[in-house]
């Protein structure tokens, strides 16, 4: 299965790597960096609209949650990498919003 | 050494010294990133507990200035994108492209770092130090921490630039590139929490009489 993979990459031009999956070759990282740098515009340009100011903080964590996932699995790999480093991470994240859960509730912070 | 039987997911990615068939260091720097995760989740849940409870100004609303710390993110962001060009031209074995493009990071890097220093020396001269307020102790400790994740990955990187001088970065040895660029991922995604929950969601205007 491992030669197979090895075999795909290679006849897709990406180079085979020792210990991992494919990884994207340079004009998709550059397509990724295109996509997070219009996110980040457009997250600018959402804060001085005044008619979404409503709905602001869920559109924001809506493209913050975008850029996020964008950066991990194209950029850190996860998406092409062992899923083991995945599970690593997913826990220390589930770790980190428990934690900010449980800080704000404890301090009611949205009442 | 492959002696367990491995999971599917696994099959492409055998390394032949570690039991489990992944680098050892590549699973220690997954795992201190999610140990990062949980100290970053405190800070920023320390910042939104405190960022309201000022009872003296500045307040956020008097200081931050949103086009400037756009253009920040911005920098942030491409020195993300040169990483993973520095990484990429190393795996291919264009080693002096890679070196060029680890310069790139180690510059944005200093210029978002400079840009912070700047952003602190406009906010003391307003009136916001760190013990001027809540607002002012949670913010700054946050983005201090940040700024000083930023600051050591610089270092990481310009060592990265000497060792490729001295040879000792090679294709064969891309996954020291590739550890260091997972770091410089990681400060960036940092980022993308702060600049969304620090500086572009509106705090609520101080309480009457406070």
Not at chain 2, 22 to 46: E, M, Q, R, V, Y
Not at chain 2, 171 to 200: K, M
Request: negative net charge; aromatic residues 12%.
């Amino acid at each position: 299965m491992a030669d197979t993979r090895i075999e795909e990459q290679e006849a897709a031009g990406h180079p085979a790597r020792p210990h991992g999956g494919r990884h994207p070759s340079p004009k998709e990282y550059i397509r990724i960096a295109v996509i997070l740098a219009a996110i980040t515009a457009a997250e600018v340009v959402v804060y001085y609209v005044e008619g979404v100011q409503e709905f602001l903080v869920p559109i924001l964590f809506l493209f913050s949650a975008l850029k996020f996932a964008l950066v991990v699995l194209w950029f850190m790999h996860l998406k092409f990498d062992s899923k083991t480093y995945a599970r690593f991470f997913v826990l220390g994240l589930a770790g980190a919003l428990t934690l900010y859960l449980v800080v704000l509730l404890t301090f009611r912070v949205w009442s | 050494m492959a002696t367990l039987a491995q999971p599917a997911e696994h099959a492409a990615t055998d390394h032949a010294d570690t039991s489990t068939g992944l680098p050892n260091a590549k699973l220690a720097i997954w795992l201190f990133l999610a140990s990062d995760c949980l100290l970053f989740g405190a800070l920023i849940s320390t910042y939104v507990l405190y960022r309201n409870a000022s009872a003296v100004g500045p307040f956020p609303s008097d200081v931050f200035d949103i086009p400037y710390t756009s253009v920040s993110s911005f920098v942030l962001l491409a020195s993300s994108l040169t990483m993973v060009l520095a990484l990429a031209a190393l795996q291919r074995g264009d080693v002096a492209r890679s070196r060029v493009w680890l310069l790139a990071t180690a510059m944005l890097g200093m210029t978002f770092v400079g840009g912070q220093v700047y952003e602190f020396t406009v906010f003391v001269e307003e009136g916001l130090s760190l013990s001027t307020n809540m607002f002012g102790t949670s913010f700054y400790v946050l983005t201090g921490f940040h700024g000083a994740h930023v600051t050591v990955g610089v270092i990481m990187l310009l060592t990265l630039v000497a060792l490729s001088f001295g040879g000792r970065i090679t294709p064969e040895r891309s996954e020291t590139v590739e550890l260091v660029g997972l770091y410089w991922h990681f400060v960036d995604i940092v980022w993308i929490a702060i600049f969304t929950i620090v500086y572009l969601i509106p705090t609520n205007p101080p309480a009457a009489g406070a």
